[in-house]
């Protein structure tokens, strides 16, 4: 396919390439605006100008230089063999086509996405969506065979981005609610998703019904249907296989699909866990589950949200440790959907493990949390630091508050006696330490263990502390 008259080069060699603010012409969408969107449509035949190209609102020349715009592209297309499942695996193809453009940036999806468009592209002559149109009209027409007829719009008007807004929003919920009816043990097949590879080499999205994509973008049903019509595509099949262990979602077909697509880097995979071999994390997850071992609970954080979270650091900052296809127990990429689902870090006690979280994602998900801990779950407005958030949860008596143990500054640990008249360190049930912080670091878990020792002194230390 030709791309003569596309002012920079288009190609795969540039897919995974970070436009900084220093060099960026201008960024569309993005954490600055409140409302941006990509969507895609099926129409019927009759609906669609074939290789239309829509500009509503200024156009890329008509911007100034390290201006922010919000943004939205809406790509319609037709064809015998397009059904409404495949919109959103069209959708997930922008993010892959715009780039592999030189010099532009696209990440996230939905109603993230964040786009940068470089300065030296720019200067180049790539000052037009036209040429961005083109290019994905090309694309798609080229990877999809099934799309017959395509017309794409470009809206850069606040107004029409209003207007439109809600439209995607709903169109979103319309999919995600068609895929909340099937479970995990119904099916004997996943889909796995390697779009994101460029960016994390060895992260492997593994979707099933009821753990989606972690980019929020994918359900079952869009893998199906991908798969079905492009089997060799970036969307394929995971044979479930044997069931290793159906509570924790290990399963031969997924570790054998992630030994292969991640090189042999990751071979061991619990689909409903953040702590044990975790399911790997890309970079466009809209959330992330992160572990605050001060009160032995994970706390919940999404893409859109402003300054730092209770543990003092970011979203921007945990997503650097979460991200990059490792499995970095603690620090887990999620979907907002995978929070409405059942399987919701089942192995990890669930919403019973959940101690703080954003009020806005406290209210998008609000129906799908247990009433007899939707309350106890602080957000921002109850706690921004550890000592508040153990306040509020002795206060309203989370469930997480009956794992701790009580420790004191050099407070010696009471020793018992065993059947021998030898004295040990008693730890009932079981407990977990955690060592090491953002990044990973290691699990202990001691299970009905018997610890002999003269004498235990556990002391809490602060930053800066010596040792003595």
């Not at 086509?97 to 696209?106: A, R, S, T």
Request: charged share 30%.
């Amino acid at each position: 396919m030709s791309f003569e008259d596309i002012p920079v080069d288009i190609g795969v060699v540039y897919e995974g390439e970070r436009v900084r603010g220093k060099d960026m012409f201008v960024e569309l969408g993005g954490p600055k605006m409140a409302k941006k969107f990509e969507l895609a449509l099926a129409r019927d035949m009759g609906d669609i100008e074939d290789e239309k190209i829509t500009i509503v609102g200024p156009d890329l020349k008509d911007m100034e230089e390290g201006s922010y715009h919000p943004f939205g592209i809406v790509v319609e297309v037709g064809g015998k063999d397009i059904e409404p499942d495949l919109e959103g695996v069209i959708e997930r193809r922008i993010h892959e086509y715009i780039n592999f453009v030189e010099g532009m940036m696209h990440l996230n999806q939905r109603y993230d996405i964040w786009i940068r468009l470089s300065k030296k592209s720019f200067e180049k002559g790539f000052n037009s969506f036209e040429f961005l149109g083109k290019v994905l009209i090309r694309l798609f027409k080229s990877e999809m065979n099934i799309i017959e007829k395509i017309q794409v719009t470009f809206i850069t008007d606040p107004k029409v981005i209003d207007e439109r807004y809600d439209e995607a929003i709903n169109r979103y919920t319309q999919r995600d609610e068609r895929a909340r009816g099937l479970t995990d043990a119904e099916v004997d097949t996943f889909y796995g998703c390697s779009l994101c590879q460029s960016f994390a080499p060895t992260h492997v999205c593994t979707i099933t019904p009821q753990r989606y994509a972690n980019c929020g973008a994918i359900s079952w049903f869009d893998g199906r249907a991908a798969a079905r019509v492009d089997p060799k595509g970036p969307l394929y099949a995971i044979p479930k296989g044997e069931t290793i262990d159906e509570y924790r979602g290990e399963y031969t077909g997924v570790n054998q699909a992630y030994t292969e697509k991640s090189l042999g880097k990751v071979n061991s995979v619990a689909l409903y866990s953040a702590f044990e071999k975790p399911h790997t994390s890309c970079g466009c997850f809209e959330a992330i589950a992160f572990v605050i071992p001060e009160v032995d609970g994970l706390g919940i954080v999404h893409r859109d949200f402003k300054g730092d979270t209770v543990n003092g650091l970011p979203f921007s900052s945990m997503a650097d440790s979460t991200a990059g296809g490792r499995q970095v127990p603690g620090f887990h990429g999620i979907s907002i959907e995978y929070m409405r689902s059942p399987k919701f870090l089942q192995v990890d006690d669930g919403w019973n493990r959940i101690v703080w979280l954003p009020e806005a994602i406290k209210e998008r998900v609000g129906d799908f949390i247990p009433e007899e801990v939707k309350d106890k779950i602080a957000t921002e407005n109850d706690a921004m630091n550890i000592d508040d958030l153990k306040t509020f949860l002795k206060q309203h008596n989370h469930p997480v508050v009956d794992r701790w143990v009580e420790l004191e500054p050099e407070e010696e640990v009471a020793m018992a006696t065993d059947d021998s008249g030898a004295d040990y360190v008693a730890v009932p049930g079981q407990m977990t330490a955690m060592v090491g912080g953002v990044g990973g670091g290691l699990e202990i878990i001691f299970k009905n263990a018997k610890i002999y020792a003269e004498k235990v002194i556990i002391r809490r230390t602060q930053k800066g502390d010596k040792k003595k």
